[in-house]
C-alpha cells in the first residue's frame, strides 16, 4: 500500500442526485407545454423559446468569465430561468424583448446577489415583472387562436371586465384560448407537475394549498355566488397552475420549513385572489409569487420546527 | 407503544449481499498484540501488569480507571513487550500495553467454565460484566456494567437488543443472528434477571427475514423475550430512533435511554454478556465484518481484540486492488483510515475497503435549498440552515436551530444532491461549542474557587 488513502468525513456513500439532474429533470417537465405553445401559435414562439433560454446560459457564461467565477451552466439552472420566462411571455413578442429579460434575471437578479442558491427572488418571474413595466404593452398583448396577428383579450380579462362573461372551461384546460406561450395548456403542464412529482423533484404540497387557497378566495369574493363552474375557469385561466407547479416550488426562493411552506402557500393564494379581483390587472400570479419570495427569509425564520425530543419544550 | 419506524432517514445502497452468507471465521494472528488503554468511553484502563510478565488468555492487562471504565484483558498468552504510545484505528496516538503472542493461547484458570446465572445476585452479574472489560461493541464502547446499574431499577421497562444493522455493507450482527442466535437470547435472560419490571425486545430490519423468523421460533415460549421487526430504514439502529420505533418515547441529546425507561444494547454485546456471565469467558474478542469492492474475499471474522488490522485483511484475501478509501465502520458513520498498522480494540468497527470514494470524485456545489436534508434529517432539524450558521461559525445561531441534537449519522450529506459536507460541518461545531462550554465552566469554577478564597481571608481578617 504505497499510495496515499483518501481522508474525509462520514457519510462515504452519496445518493445519486445532483443539483444538474434535477434542474433537467424540471426542463423536461416543460417541453410538453412548450411543445404544444409552439404547435399553436408557430415559428415566433419556438424562436423565442430557443433564444430566450440560449440567452439567459449565454448571461451567466458572460458574467461569470468577466467575474472570473467557476463557469456553471452545465448546471441547467440558467437554462430552467430561460425556459420558464419565454413560456412566460406572449407568443408574437419581438425575440429582443425576452432575450433582454434573461439577461436581467441572469445577471441583476441572480448573479448579484451571489448566483445560484442565493437569489431572493424567482429570477425568471423578476424579470418578467420587469418586462410587464417596461414594455407593457407588448407584453400583454395576446394572439388569438387560430387567427393569425388578432390579438385579443385573454380569458382571465374578459371574466373581470364582465361579471356576467362566462368562459369555455374546456377550452380554458386544453389551452385554446390567448395567453403566453407555456401557461395555456393545462394539460401539459399537468403532465410535467406529475413528471416533477413522480421524480420527487417537487413536492405537491405548496401547488396544492396555494390553488385551493385561490379556490376559496375566489369562491367567497368573486361575487357570482356558489358558482364552481366559474372558479374552475378562474384556476385554470391565466398563469395560476404553470406558477403553482413551476415557479411557486422553486426551491431557492420558497421557504425550507414543513409548516413555513403552508404558510407561503396560503400567503401565495390570498395575495394571488387580491390581485386577480381588486387589483388593477387581471393577472396576479407572478407579482404574487414575488412579492411572497421576499418574505421567505422571515417565514422561515418564524416556522422552524422543534428538534425531535425537545418538541415539549418551550423556545 | 412503537410505530415500528421513525420519520426521515434515508434508503441507501445496503451492500450486505457481499458477506452476509460468509460464515464466521476465526483469526489466529501472527504479529504483535496491541492493546490500547482506552478502547471505550471513559478513564482509560491503568495497566497491572509490567514489561516481561507473562500473561494468560482471560488476564487481566489493565484495570478500570474509574467508575466509567473498564478494564482490558489479554486475548492470548505470552510476554509483555512494554508499555508504549501506539496509533489506534481512529487516528489518535496512546499508550498501549505491546504483548508477544507465544501461539499458545493458554487460558487463566477457571476459563470457559460453565455457570447459572439464576443462582447469581443482581450486584454479582453487574459485577462480572464490569470486570469482563465488556463495553457497547456496535461502536461507540460504553461501559455496560455502567448501563446495568442505571439509578433506579424498577423505572426500566424496555430492554432493547439492537440487532438492526442498519449501516450498510455491514453484517456482523446478522452473523451472530444466525450462528448464535441462543447466545443473544441467553443474554437478554441475564440482563433481563436484573431489571424486574423490564421485557426483552429484539429488533431487527426487516430487510433480514431469516434471522427475524429464527430468532421468533426460539423465543416463543419466552414471556417476557419478543423479537420485533422494524422497517428497513437508516438509521433505525440510531439509539433514539430506534426507542422511539419501538416504545413511542423521544428522548434528545441531554437525555440517557434510562431516563425514559429503556436501555439498549447492540447484538453482539449480549452475546458478550452471555459468554461473560455463563461461560466465565471475558471480552477477548470482536466479531467484524471486513468487506467492500476492494476487498477480494469479503467475511465475518471473529477476531481476538489487538490483533493488528493488516492481519484481518490478510485473512479476507487482501485488495484486488489497491483500495481509494478504508473506513473503520460502516459507510454512513465509520471513520476513514490511513493506514492499517493499528490495533483491533473494542469501540473498533468493521473495515470496509472502496476502490473509488464516491466523496472525492463530487466536489461540493452551491446549496439550491431543495430540502431534500430537511426531510431526510431523524432530529428533525434543518441541515441547510445549520450549515449558514456553522459556516460563519455562529455557536448561538448553531445552538437556537437544536443543532446540538444533531447525531451526526449523515443522512443530510448523503442525500444532499450539491454533495455539500453537512455533516463534517454538524461534528465539527458540535465539538467546537461543546469545548466552548467545557471552557466556561471551568473558568466559572474558578471564579467561585477565587471568590471562596477572598471570603475565606475576609473571615480569617475579621
Known amino acids: 500500500m504505497n499510495q496515499l488513502l483518501h481522508l474525509s468525513a462520514n457519510p462515504h456513500v452519496r445518493d445519486n442526485i445532483t443539483t444538474s439532474e434535477i434542474m433537467r429533470d424540471v426542463m423536461i417537465a416543460m417541453i410538453p407545454t412548450a411543445v404544444y405553445g409552439v404547435m399553436q401559435w408557430g415559428a415566433n414562439a419556438a424562436f423565442v423559446i430557443l433564444f430566450t433560454t440560449i440567452a439567459a446560459v449565454l448571461a451567466e457564461f458572460i458574467y461569470q468569465r468577466c467575474m472570473k467565477l467557476p463557469i456553471t451552466i452545465t448546471d441547467w439552472s440558467a437554462a ?83 361579471p356576467a362573461a362566462t368562459a369555455d372551461l374546456s377550452a380554458l384546460f386544453l389551452g385554446r384560448v390567448p395567453g403566453t406561450i407555456g401557461e395555456v395548456s393545462k394539460l401539459c403542464l399537468l403532465f410535467g407537475a406529475l413528471y416533477l412529482i413522480a421524480r420527487k423533484v417537487i413536492s405537491p404540497k405548496i401547488p396544492c394549498i396555494y390553488i385551493a387557497t385561490v379556490a376559496v378566495f375566489t369562491l367567497l369574493f368573486g361575487g357570482r355566488g356558489f358558482d364552481l363552474y366559474y372558479v374552475a375557469c378562474e384556476l385554470c385561466a391565466g398563469g395560476l397552475i404553470f406558477g403553482a407547479f413551476f415557479m411557486a416550488t422553486d426551491y431557492v426562493t420558497s421557504p425550507i420549513t414543513p409548516n413555513g411552506q403552508i404558510v407561503f402557500a396560503v400567503i401565495l393564494g390570498l395575495l394571488t385572489g387580491l390581485f386577480r379581483l381588486f387589483g388593477g390587472s387581471a393577472e396576479g400570479v407572478s407579482y404574487a409569487i414575488i412579492l411572497s419570495n421576499i418574505l421567505v427569509p422571515m417565514i422561515n425564520r418564524m416556522t422552524i420546527p422543534k428538534a425531535f425530543g425537545r418538541e415539549g419544550e418551550k423556545k | 407503544m412503537g410505530v415500528s419506524t421513525f420519520q426521515g432517514g434515508v434508503h441507501p445502497y445496503d451492500g450486505k449481499e457481499l458477506a452476509m452468507n460468509q460464515p464466521i471465521v476465526e483469526i489466529k494472528p501472527q504479529g504483535l498484540m496491541v492493546y490500547p488503554l482506552s478502547q471505550h468511553i471513559g478513564a482509560p484502563a491503568k495497566p497491572v501488569v509490567s514489561k516481561g510478565d507473562r500473561v494468560l488468555v482471560g488476564q487481566k492487562l489493565a484495570e478500570a480507571g474509574g467508575f466509567v471504565s473498564a478494564p482490558i484483558i489479554c486475548s492470548v498468552s505470552g510476554t509483555v513487550k512494554g508499555i508504549e504510545k501506539r496509533m489506534t ?35 454479582e452479574i453487574v459485577n462480572i460484566v464490569k470486570e469482563a472489560g465488556i463495553v457497547g461493541l456496535g461502536g461507540a464502547g460504553f461501559p455496560t456494567s455502567v448501563k446495568l446499574a442505571p439509578k433506579d431499577i424498577g423505572r426500566i421497562d424496555y430492554f432493547l437488543v439492537n440487532a438492526a444493522e442498519c449501516e450498510p455493507y455491514l453484517t456482523s450482527d446478522y452473523r451472530d443472528m444466525m450462528e448464535m442466535p441462543e447466545k443473544i437470547i441467553g443474554g437478554l435472560k441475564v440482563v433481563l434477571s436484573i431489571f424486574p419490571n423490564a421485557v426483552g425486545k429484539i429488533c431487527i430490519e426487516d430487510n ?17 423475550i419478543e423479537v420485533l421487526s422494524l422497517k428497513t430504514k437508516y438509521p433505525q439502529g440510531g439509539e433514539r430512533q430506534l426507542i422511539y420505533a419501538v416504545t413511542g418515547r423521544k428522548i434528545n441529546s441531554s437525555m440517557l435511554p434510562a431516563d425514559a425507561g429503556v436501555i439498549v444494547d447492540n447484538a453482539d454485546t449480549m452475546v458478550a454478556i452471555y459468554e461473560a456471565v455463563c461461560e466465565t469467558k471475558p471480552l477477548v474478542r470482536k466479531i467484524l465484518t471486513v468487506t467492500g469492492d476492494a476487498v477480494a474475499k469479503p467475511g465475518n471474522f471473529r477476531v481476538p481484540l489487538g490483533t493488528n488490522y493488516q492481519e484481518i485483511v490478510d485473512a479476507a484475501g487482501g485488495f484486488k486492488q489497491p483500495p481509494e478509501k478504508i473506513i ?69 445561531a448553531y445552538e437556537a436551530l437544536y443543532g446540538m441534537e444533531c447525531i451526526e449519522c449523515g443522512c443530510c450529506a448523503y442525500v444532499c444532491p450539491a454533495k455539500r459536507p453537512l455533516t463534517q460541518a454538524f461534528k465539527e461545531m458540535k465539538r467546537r461549542i461543546s469545548a466552548a462550554r467545557r471552557a466556561s465552566q471551568a473558568a466559572a469554577k474558578k471564579n467561585q474557587e477565587k471568590k471562596d478564597e477572598g471570603k475565606a481571608k475576609e473571615v480569617k481578617k475579621s
Open chain 2, 208 to 224: 433480514k427475514p431469516e434471522a427475524i423468523s429464527k430468532l421468533t421460533g426460539m423465543v416463543e415460549k419466552e414471556e417476557k
Open chain 1, 80 to 162: 430552467v430561468t430561460g425556459m420558464i420566462l419565454a413560456l412566460n411571455c406572449p407568443p408574437d413578442i419581438p425575440i429582443w424583448i425576452p432575450v433582454l429579460g434573461a439577461f436581467f434575471a441572469i445577471i441583476v437578479i441572480k448573479q448579484l446577489y451571489g448566483g445560484l442558491g442565493h437569489n431572493w427572488m424567482n429570477p425568471a418571474l423578476g424579470a418578467r415583472c420587469f418586462l410587464l413595466i417596461s414594455f407593457a404593452g407588448k407584453m400583454t398583448s395576446f394572439t388569438n387562436v387560430g387567427a393569425d396577428g388578432v390579438s385579443g383579450a385573454t380569458p382571465l380579462a374578459l371574466l373581470k371586465a364582465d
Open chain 2, 89 to 123: 484505528a481512529g487516528g489518535s496516538i496512546m499508550d498501549s500495553i505491546i504483548v508477544e503472542n507465544d501461539q499458545q493461547y493458554e487460558a487463566i484458570p477457571g476459563f470457559g467454565t460453565k455457570r447459572d446465572f439464576k443462582k447469581l445476585s443482581r450486584e
Open chain 2, 328 to 396: 473503520s465502520g460502516g459507510p454512513m458513520m465509520g471513520i476513514p483510515m490511513f493506514r492499517l498498522d493499528v490495533p483491533l480494540a473494542k469501540n473498533s468497527s468493521s473495515i470496509l475497503a472502496f476502490l473509488k470514494d464516491p466523496v472525492s470524485a463530487q466536489p461540493a456545489t452551491a446549496c439550491i435549498n431543495c430540502g431534500r436534508c430537511v426531510s431526510a434529517c431523524p432530529e428533525k432539524l434543518l441541515p441547510t440552515m445549520l450549515m449558514k450558521a456553522a459556516m460563519k461559525k455562529d455557536m448561538a
